[in-house]
């Protein structure tokens, strides 16, 4: 019976391969898809570093100040039932190594600098005149340095080609006699041989109507006369002049150089010796032609963005590095944080000051101030005299009341299991709708930078101290690309001091 399908076989069959064409289909589209990600766009921003805390005002009190560093107090300029400014200096220690430290800063911030506008700028015309002029020296040097020592190899090996005697007097070339010659004629040569081809000749006499003449062979083929004076053995310098009547048929072999010679090794030696000279100084002379190039080229070349990336880096170093300095600078001198009356002074020219002991009490001139407390992990963020803004929830968030931080508790206290630290603001200003007891929102400004590269915080990854981006390279396309940062600012955004550029799209990990 034949083999045969029905109708709904076919169609079962039909239909199974359309459903394996299309998943075929589906799995390919899906394959050739690239993860899909949001970007963020690198741009401009004002930032503010600071810290967002909550807080109560209560009634002001007594302010015990001290300083955040030891060292020896070197002018008291206040004395107890002063009344004192905001900003108004009342101890300070001695800053001599802190202003020397601060200078340093300053002086490693402007070569900083001036390497970045070094590498922006390029090299001046006179730059890379020098750097011209020094490639075409070392070009000439090495010209003559070449010529040089080709012309004391090629000496070096003529002396040992022609094995010149010790004595200097004659060449060591000899005609050397067979054992079978008849004659007792001998052959003596002459001249310089000026070629560097080695072997022999080879000469046979032969007698002729008009007398003996030698056929010579071997390095070069010629016939020439047998005389008494000297006559060219060829081409090559030679001469040969033969002392006696030399029988047909008797041959002299000359070989270049005469290996036994006594002069042959040494002259061999100073032949060798003088090609490795020649190598090494023309290699010398080389390398400072390929060094001057690079030289040139250095200052010929535009700058490369990753140059410029790591000039502005170490300017945003050395800014950091300043500031530091300014700030254990500013820590010597102890200053009113706010208006007051001085109640005490606990410290004399001399002494020894000791971080976190009260050495000034004040009494302030306003009525409120408020309490809060930062966590250890934004501690860093904020000091004494950073400004702030107030609003009170009585009021809503658009009345904001200037404030300044005037004091923070050197000693933790743990809030939640979270060690934290007593800090102090005080209003700038007395208002008659400030009571105490009213919950109080802070925001604390430590440190702002104008039109300056950010990211949003989120967007950058730190792993084993590293912190990076994922940067859009092409289309589906990302990389890891490393970046510094400077200041997280209260909006969000962390400022880049290099690594990217406006402009760049960096994958938006908020999403």
């Known amino acids: 019976m034949p083999n045969s399908f029905s109708r709904k076989q076919i169609t079962a069959i039909s239909a199974g391969i359309l ?147 010790l004595s200097g007097l004659s060449n060591g070339l000899t005609a050397v006699p067979a054992a079978g010659n008849l004659s007792s004629a001998a052959i003596t040569i002459t001249g310089t041989y000026n070629d560097t081809t080695q072997g022999q000749y080879a000469l046979t006499a032969y007698s002729t109507g008009s007398g003996m003449k030698f056929n010579v062979s071997g390095l070069e083929t010629a016939t020439m006369d047998v005389k008494s004076a000297p006559l060219p053995l060829g081409t090559k310098g030679l001469y040969i002049s033969v002392n006696g009547t030399p029988s047909p048929g008797d041959t002299w072999t000359i070989s270049i150089p005469n290996t036994q ?51 502005k880096a170490q300017v945003a170093t050395a800014q950091a590095a300043l500031q530091a300095a300014q700030n254990a600078y500013s820590e010597g001198i102890l200053t009113s944080p706010i208006d007051g009356l001085v109640t005490s002074v606990d410290g004399k020219v001399g002494e020894l000051a000791v971080p976190g002991k009260e050495v000034v009490a004040l009494i302030s001139s306003q009525k409120f101030q408020i309490n809060t407390y930062v966590s250890d992990a934004d501690l860093s963020k904020i000091k004494t005299g950073d400004a702030a803004d107030i609003t009170l929830d009585a009021y809503g968030s658009n009345t904001v009341f200037p404030a300044t931080v005037i004091a923070i508790d050197p000693a933790a206290t743990v809030i939640n299991g979270v060690s934290s630290y007593k800090t102090t603001l005080q209003f700038n200003n007395d208002d008659s709708r400030i009571k105490e007891g009213l919950s109080a929102n802070i925001t604390v400004k430590d440190a702002t930078r104008e039109n300056v590269l950010a990211v949003p915080t989120g967007d950058i990854i730190t792993k084993n101290a590293r912190q990076f981006v994922i940067k859009q390279t092409g289309p589906g396309q990302t990389e890891e690309t490393a970046i510094t940062t400077g200041i997280a600012a209260l909006n969000g955004l962390t400022e880049i001091t290099s690594g990217l550029n406006a402009g760049d799209q960096v994958v938006n990990l908020g999403n």
């Open 261 to 311: 010679s006594p002069s042959y090794l040494p002259d061999y030696n100073a032949y060798l010796a003088a090609q490795q000279t020649r190598d090494q100084a023309v290699l010398n002379a080389q390398n400072a032609v390929t060094a001057a190039q690079a030289a040139l080229n250095l200052k010929t070349t535009p700058a490369r963005p990753e140059d410029v990336a790591a000039a």
């Open 19 to 165: 459903i394996i064409a299309v998943a075929a289909l589906l799995i390919s589209r899906n394959l050739s898809k690239h993860p899909a990600y949001n970007f963020t766009e690198v741009k401009n921003a004002d930032l503010t570093q600071g810290v967002t805390e909550t807080g109560t005002v209560t009634s002001a009190q007594d302010l015990s100040l001290s300083f955040q560093r030891s060292g020896s107090i070197a002018e008291a300029d206040v004395n107890a039932g002063d009344r004192v400014s905001k900003g108004q200096a009342l101890l300070k220690l001695d800053l001599k190594d802190a202003a020397a430290s601060v200078s340093q800063a300053a002086a490693a911030l402007q070569v900083a600098q001036a390497n970045y506008d070094k590498v922006i700028s390029g090299a001046t015309a006179a730059d890379v005149q020098v750097a011209q002029t020094a490639l075409d020296n070392a070009q000439k040097t090495l010209d003559a340095t070449a010529k040089q020592q080709s012309l004391l190899v090629s000496n070096a090996q003529s002396a040992y080609l022609n094995t010149v005697s």
